[in-house]
T-cell receptor, first 115, second 110 residues
Framework: EPEVTQTPSHQVTQMGQEVILRCVPI?????FYWYRQILGQKVEFLVS????????KSEIFDDQFSVERPDGSNFTLKIRSTKLEDSAMYFC?????????????FGPGTRLTVL | QKEVEQNSGPLSVPEGAIASLNCTYS??????FFWYRQYSGKSPELIMF????GDKEDGRFTAQLNKASQYVSLLIRDSQPSDSATYLC??????????FGPGTRLSVLP
């Protein structure tokens, strides 16, 4: 069964450094998402991506964040200058369409630790 | 600001019992609702979705939706220790994203 994959599984970085989190969505899906989950808190939406552009972003997704689909398979989230409060699990999700029956499928996540 | 509320738990039930998980949402226009299960340190895993008022059954799971009351629930029959996890209610935000509740932690006691 197709699945969303994410790399790396765990990333440790120093405050102020840039990180890139990678995702490979399910191949026939058209909509891609990034969510984050701070330890013990709820899953929060960051950004959605469709047709090679951002379709929606949350207040969390400020100028420090960017997303890109550099080729036909990868979908990346870049954090330009990491802060301690960026430490969280980052989940990529993909969805075939946006009808009411279309589900978002989540990748296994990347745990980001900012020291 | 769209809100999705769930009791945080923990909800403890004995093995073999029915677990009942509840969710309320603030946007009356919401149409589709999803239940995910999340084990500690893992990603959300889809259990089932519902978009019509009433009940929808899938194996040991039954989702119930009441749009007039803005209420969604998930029943787990014959609960097993392996069902111990956090259950997330998610509401489709008009196709733009999912809004998640904080989750209910379920503990099934052997």
């Amino acid at each position: 069964e197709p699945e969303v994959t994410q790399t790396p599984s765990h990333q440790v970085t120093q405050m102020g450094q840039e990180v890139i989190l990678r995702c490979v969505p399910i191949s026939n899906h058209l909509y891609f998402y990034w969510y984050r989950q701070i330890l013990g808190q709820k899953v929060e939406f960051l950004v959605s991506f469709y047709n090679n552009e951002i379709s929606e972003k949350s207040e969390i997704f400020d100028d420090q964040f960017s997303v890109e689909r550099p080729d036909g398979s990868n979908f990346t989230l870049k954090i330009r200058s990491t802060k301690l409060e960026d430490s969280a699990m980052y989940f990529c999700a993909s969805r075939p369409g946006t009808s009411g029956t279309d589900t978002q499928y989540f990748g296994p996540g990347t745990r980001l630790t900012v020291l | 600001q769209k809100e999705v509320e769930q009791n945080s738990g923990p909800l403890s039930v004995p093995e073999g019992a029915i677990a009942s998980l509840n969710c309320t949402y603030s946007d009356r226009g919401s149409q589709s609702f999803f239940w995910y299960r999340q084990y500690s340190g893992k990603s959300p895993e889809l259990i089932m979705f519902i978009y019509s008022n009433g009940d929808k059954e899938d194996g040991r799971f039954t989702a119930q939706l009441n749009k007039a009351s803005q209420y969604v629930s998930l029943l787990i029959r014959d609960s097993q220790p392996s069902d111990s996890a956090t259950y997330l209610c998610a509401v489709d935000n008009y196709g733009q994203n999912f809004v998640f509740g904080p989750g209910t932690r379920l503990s099934v006691l052997p």
